[in-house]
């Protein structure tokens, strides 16, 4: 069964460092998504990606962060200069369409660890 | 706006018992609602969802769920628990009011099984 891999699975970096996470989606979805958890709290919507650009982002995604698909299977997350705040798991979901009652596929995330 | 309250951080069930596990949303739209669960150093897998037509939705691995509207609840039961439940359970809302897709979710509740 097709599924979203992330890689790498761990990462520490110290803060003020870049940090790209990788995720390849299911190959025929056409949307992306990235969220965040930080440890004891909920799973946050981060941003959404569609047709190569932000469909959507959240507060949370301010100019620190950027998403790209470089190529056809590839979709990042970049922090350019990473905060203590930011260690968290990051998971990666794609989807076929969007629409409300559309199912979301999500990888097995990555955990930052910023110190 | 949307949101999702998780009573219970950690439920206890010994295995052969009722699982319960509890979610209410809060939705300024009629709601579509969603159970994922994460096994240890696994993603986010779809348990069930709720968008329209009965209100007791059957899911994976025996669970289900009932909408109430007027209790605003989602929540999540399996007559019999198994060792294997045992994971992590996140309730979400969808809020698709912007055209593109985005899940709310609740803290989660982690769901311990004894024998």
């Known amino acids: 069964e097709p599924e979203v891999t992330q890689t790498p699975s761990h990462q520490v970096t110290q803060m003020g460092q870049e940090v790209i996470l990788r995720c390849v989606p299911i190959?025929?979805?056409?949307?992306f998504y990235w969220y965040r958890q930080i440890l004891g709290q909920k799973v946050e919507f981060l941003v959404s990606?569609?047709?190569?650009?932000?469909?959507?982002k959240s507060e949370i995604f301010d100019d620190q962060f950027s998403v790209e698909r470089p190529d056809g299977s590839n979709f990042t997350l970049k922090i350019r200069s990473t905060k203590l705040e930011d260690s968290a798991m990051y998971f990666c979901?794609?989807?076929?369409?969007?629409?409300?009652?559309?199912?979301?596929?999500f990888g097995p995330g990555t955990r930052l660890l910023v110190l | 706006a949307q949101s999702v309250t998780q009573l219970g951080s950690h439920v206890s069930v010994s295995e052969g018992a009722l699982v319960l596990l509890r979610c209410n949303y809060s939705?300024?739209?009629?709601?579509?609602l969603f159970w994922y669960v994460q096994y240890p150093n696994q993603g986010l897998q779809l348990l069930l969802k709720?968008?329209?037509?009965?209100?007791l939705v059957k899911g994976i691995n025996g669970f289900e769920a009932e909408f109430k509207k007027s209790e605003t609840s989602f929540h999540l039961t399996k007559p019999s628990a198994h060792m294997s439940d045992a994971a992590e359970y996140f309730c979400?809302?969808?809020?698709?009011?912007?055209?593109?897709?985005?899940?709310?979710f609740g803290t989660g509740t982690r769901l311990l099984v004894s024998p």
């Open positions: 979400a809302v969808s809020d698709h009011r912007g055209g593109f897709q985005k899940l709310v």
């Open positions: 939705s300024s739209v009629p709601p579509y």
């Open positions: 190959s025929n979805h056409l949307y």
């Open positions: 990606f569609y047709n190569n650009e932000i469909s959507e």
């Open positions: 709720y968008t329209t037509g009965a209100t």
């Open positions: 979901a794609s989807s076929p369409i969007t629409g409300g009652s559309e199912t979301q596929y």
